[in-house]
C-alpha cells in the first residue's frame, strides 16, 4: 500500500510539473489601437516578443479569414534568454471586398518541444487586433464626455467623432444642449466647424458656461452634424456649491453609558473639503451632552460618515433637541432635529455588573497576592 501511494505521489507531482510547464509562455507587444481603420492602400506595423521560458515558439495568425489575409508576420529574429521578436503588418489592397463592421483576427505563438522532425504543439497564446471595415456610405460613430465643475465654472466637454465611412467628411460640427431635472433646456453653445477625412477620428471640444447654473445634476445633449446628416448623443453632469448636508444620524442612545454616535453627511461639492469635524450637541432638560466627532477630508461629491461618543450616563429617558454643528473650510452649517434617550437595557445594564464584579474580583487578586507576598517574606525572616 505505502509502494502504491508514493507512485501516486509521484505522478501527481509530475503531472503538476507538466501542466506548469505547459502554461510557460508570454507575449508581449507595443501599443495597438482599439481598431484599425480599414483605408485602402495604408498599412500599419506593429511589434510583438514571444516568451517560450525554455522552449521554441512559433508565431501564428488566426481568427476571421476575410480579415487574416490581410496580416503578413515578419521572420522571428532570436533574442536572448529563449525570446523570439517578429512584427504584424496589416496591409490593405486598394480594393477591399469583405463586409462592412468590425472583424478581429488574433496574433499569436504557440509553444511547442521536439525536433524538426516531430513537432507537438503544447500551449499558445494570441493578441486580439480588431479592424474596422469602412462603409461605403458616410458613417461615424461618435461619444461624449462631460466634466463634473462647480457653480459659475467652465465646463470643458469633448465630442468624439470617428468616420468609419469611405467617403470624407467636409463639414464636421457639434452643438451641446443642457437640461436641468425638469427637462427644461438652460443652456446652449456650438463647436467650431472641422474636416474629417475617411478612416480619421477627432475630439472636438466644447466649453459649457455654468454661470446662473443652479447645484444639481443636469443632462447633455450632444448633436453632431457631419454632410447634412446628424447625430444624437446623450450624457450627464453634476454642478457642485460648497455645501455639506446631513443625511442620517443617531437617533436613539442608551441612559446611563457612553453611545456611539454617528453623522452620516453628503459633499455637494465638487472638490475635496479638508479637515471636517462635527460638534454634537443634545440639550437634555439640566444637562447639555456635547461631543465632538473625529476629523476627516471628504472626496468631491461623496457620502463619508464622522464618529463621536456621548456620554448620557446622568440624563433620565426622554426625546431631546439636537444640534449638529459641521466645520469645515472656514465654514459652518447647523443641522438641528431630535435625538431619543432609552432607558438602559438588559445588556447594557449586565455590561455593568460585568464591568463592576470584574473589577472587584482584580481587586480581590491584587490583595490576595500582597497577602501571599508577606507571609513568604516572615517566612524567609
Known amino acids: 500500500m505505502t509502494n502504491k501511494i508514493r507512485l501516486l505521489v509521484l505522478l501527481l507531482f509530475l503531472s503538476a510539473l507538466i501542466c506548469a510547464?505547459?502554461?510557460?509562455?508570454?507575449?508581449?507587444?507595443?501599443?495597438?489601437?482599439?481598431?484599425?481603420?480599414?483605408?485602402?492602400?495604408?498599412?500599419?506595423?506593429?511589434?510583438?516578443?514571444?516568451?517560450?521560458?525554455?522552449?521554441?515558439?512559433?508565431?501564428?495568425?488566426?481568427?476571421?479569414?476575410?480579415?487574416?489575409?490581410?496580416?503578413?508576420?515578419?521572420?522571428?529574429?532570436?533574442?536572448?534568454?529563449?525570446?523570439?521578436?517578429?512584427?504584424?503588418?496589416v496591409s490593405f489592397p486598394e480594393e477591399i471586398d469583405a463586409e462592412p463592421g468590425l472583424r478581429t483576427a488574433y496574433v499569436g505563438a504557440e509553444q511547442?518541444?521536439?525536433?524538426?522532425?516531430?513537432?507537438?504543439?503544447?500551449?499558445?497564446?494570441?493578441?486580439?487586433?480588431?479592424?474596422?471595415?469602412?462603409?461605403?456610405?458616410?458613417?461615424?460613430?461618435?461619444?461624449?464626455?462631460t466634466q463634473n465643475v462647480n457653480s459659475g465654472e467652465t465646463a470643458d466637454f469633448s465630442v468624439h467623432v470617428s468616420n468609419l465611412g469611405e467617403p470624407d467628411i467636409k463639414v464636421l460640427m457639434a452643438t451641446i444642449e443642457i437640461y436641468n431635472s425638469s427637462s427644461d433646456k438652460v443652456y446652449e453653445t456650438e463647436s467650431?466647424?472641422?474636416?474629417?477625412?475617411?478612416?480619421?477620428?477627432?475630439?472636438?471640444?466644447?466649453?459649457?458656461?455654468?454661470?446662473?447654473?443652479?447645484?444639481?445634476?443636469?443632462?447633455?445633449?450632444?448633436?453632431?452634424?457631419?454632410?447634412?446628416?446628424?447625430?444624437?448623443?446623450?450624457g450627464k453632469f453634476?454642478?457642485?456649491?460648497?455645501?455639506?448636508?446631513?443625511k442620517n444620524y443617531t437617533r436613539q442612545i442608551y441612559a446611563g453609558r457612553i453611545n456611539r454616535f454617528d453623522v452620516v453627511l453628503e459633499n455637494k461639492y465638487n472638490g475635496i473639503v479638508n479637515e471636517i469635524y462635527g460638534d454634537i450637541l443634545i440639550r437634555a432638560g439640566e444637562y447639555n451632552i456635547t461631543a465632538k466627532t473625529s476629523t476627516e477630508t471628504m472626496s468631491p461629491l461623496s457620502e463619508m460618515t464622522l464618529t463621536g461618543h456621548v456620554d448620557a450616563s446622568d440624563?433620565?429617558?426622554?426625546?431631546?433637541?439636537?444640534?449638529?454643528?459641521?466645520?469645515?473650510?472656514?465654514?459652518?452649517?447647523?443641522?438641528?432635529g431630535y435625538v431619543?434617550?432609552?432607558?438602559?437595557?438588559?445588556?447594557?445594564?449586565?455590561?455593568?455588573?460585568?464591568?463592576?464584579?470584574?473589577?472587584?474580583?482584580?481587586?480581590?487578586?491584587?490583595?490576595?497576592?500582597?497577602?501571599?507576598?508577606?507571609?513568604?517574606?516572615?517566612r524567609k525572616k
Open 192 to 234: 467650431g466647424l472641422y474636416r474629417l477625412e475617411s478612416g480619421d477620428d477627432i475630439n472636438i471640444p466644447v466649453h459649457v458656461d455654468t454661470e446662473g447654473m443652479k447645484a444639481g445634476k443636469y443632462n447633455a445633449t450632444a448633436i453632431v452634424y457631419y454632410d447634412g446628416d446628424e447625430k444624437i448623443i446623450n
Open 21 to 89: 510547464d505547459s502554461l510557460a509562455i508570454g507575449m508581449s507587444h507595443k501599443y495597438i489601437p482599439e481598431y484599425i481603420p480599414a483605408v485602402p492602400l495604408e498599412s500599419r506595423t506593429f511589434e510583438f516578443i514571444a516568451n517560450g521560458y525554455g522552449g521554441e515558439t512559433i508565431p501564428y495568425v488566426a481568427g476571421d479569414p476575410e480579415i487574416t489575409r490581410y496580416i503578413t508576420l515578419s521572420e522571428p529574429e532570436e533574442l536572448e534568454n529563449h525570446h523570439k521578436s517578429f512584427t504584424a503588418t
Open 238 to 246: 453634476t454642478i457642485g456649491d460648497l455645501e455639506i448636508d446631513v
Open 315 to 336: 440624563v433620565p429617558p426622554g426625546e431631546y433637541p439636537l444640534e449638529i454643528s459641521l466645520l469645515f473650510d472656514n465654514n459652518k452649517a447647523v443641522h438641528r
Open 112 to 145: 511547442v518541444i521536439g525536433s524538426a522532425d516531430m513537432i507537438a504543439t503544447k500551449t499558445k497564446v494570441q493578441i486580439p487586433i480588431r479592424i474596422f471595415i469602412l462603409y461605403h456610405e458616410k458613417y461615424i460613430q461618435a461619444s461624449l464626455s
Open 340 to 378: 431619543e434617550v432609552l432607558k438602559p437595557g438588559i445588556m447594557s445594564i449586565t455590561g455593568n455588573i460585568w464591568i463592576v464584579g470584574g473589577a472587584a474580583l482584580l481587586l480581590l487578586v491584587l490583595l490576595l497576592t500582597i497577602i501571599n507576598l508577606i507571609i513568604l517574606l516572615k
